[in-house]
C-alpha cells in the first residue's frame, strides 16, 4: 500500500518562484526522503530527515518534517527551468520498507 | 561511471513470454531492489536483497523472479508476460537495507503486447 502522499498532484510556477510540497504519510517512520525524477529517468536522491529533525537544508531545498502531523514539505527557493521534475517523498517505516507516494509534477516555466 | 545500470532501457514483447532485465551496481552496496512503477507513477517495492538473500518480498505474482548471482547483481526474470505487466522497472542499491539514501537506476519500460 502507498504510504507518502504527495499534494498537489501538479504545481506550476514561474522561474524565480518558490515552490513548496507536501508529504503526508500513515504510520511511524524512521526517515523520510525526497527524490526527483526527470521525465524518463530514474530516481534522484535529494535529502534524508531523519524522524527526530525537524528541519533540514540543502542548496536551495528546504524539508521539514513534523511527526506529530505525520506530515512533510519540500520547499525550492528560486526555482529554475531546470527544476521541473517529478518530486516524491518516500517513508521508511520501522520496519525499514521504503514507501514511495504517487508525487508532484512541478513545472517551472523560463 | 553509471553507479547503478539496467538493461535493457526499453523492452516490447508479447504476452506470454519469458523476459529478463538486468542490474548491476559499481556502488559495492550490500542491498538491492526492485520496484515497479505504474502508469499512475506509484512506485512500488517489489524485492529486496541483502548479500544476495532475499529480504523482502511483496505481494507480487510468482511469475516473477528475481536473481542475485552477487550483491553486484540483481537480474528480475518474468515468466508469461501479461499485459498488466507493462510499467517502468526500477533497480536500486544502498548500502545497508537500513533503508537509507537509494541509488536508482535509468528505469527500463516494459510494454507488453
Known amino acids: 500500500s502507498q504510504q507518502g502522499e504527495e499534494d498537489p498532484q501538479a504545481l506550476s510556477i514561474q522561474e524565480g518562484e518558490n515552490a513548496t510540497m507536501n508529504c503526508s504519510y500513515k504510520?511511524?517512520?524512521?526517515?523520510l526522503q525526497w527524490y526527483r525524477q526527470n521525465s524518463g529517468r530514474g530516481l534522484v536522491h535529494l535529502i534524508l530527515?531523519?524522524?527526530?529533525?525537524r528541519e533540514k537544508h540543502s542548496g536551495r531545498l528546504r524539508v521539514t518534517l513534523d511527526t506529530s502531523k505525520k506530515s512533510s514539505s519540500l520547499l525550492i527557493t528560486a526555482s529554475r527551468a531546470a527544476d521541473t521534475a517529478s518530486y516524491f517523498c518516500a517513508t521508511a517505516e520501522n520496519n525499514n520498507d521504503m514507501r514511495f507516494g504517487a508525487g508532484t509534477r512541478l513545472t517551472v516555466k523560463p | 561511471d553509471t553507479a547503478v545500470s539496467q538493461t535493457p532501457k526499453y523492452l516490447v514483447t508479447q504476452m506470454g513470454n519469458d523476459k529478463s532485465i538486468k542490474c548491476e551496481q559499481n556502488l559495492g552496496h550490500d542491498t538491492m531492489y526492485w520496484y515497479k512503477q505504474d502508469s499512475k507513477k506509484f512506485l512500488k517495492i517489489m524485492f529486496s536483497?541483502?548479500?544476495?538473500?532475499?529480504?523482502i518480498n511483496e505481494t507480487v505474482p510468482n511469475r516473477f523472479s528475481p536473481k542475485s548471482p552477487d550483491k553486484a547483481h540483481l537480474n528480475l526474470h518474468i515468466n508469461s508476460l501479461e499485459l498488466g505487466d507493462s510499467a517502468v522497472y526500477f533497480c536500486?542499491?544502498?548500502?545497508?537495507?537500513?533503508?537509507?539514501?537509494?541509488?536508482f537506476g535509468p528505469g527500463t519500460r516494459l510494454t507488453v503486447t
Open positions: 504510520t511511524s517512520i524512521n526517515n
Open positions: 536483497y541483502n548479500n544476495k538473500e532475499l529480504i
Open positions: 536500486a542499491s544502498s548500502q545497508d537495507p537500513l533503508a537509507r539514501e537509494q541509488y
Open positions: 530527515i531523519r524522524s527526530n529533525e
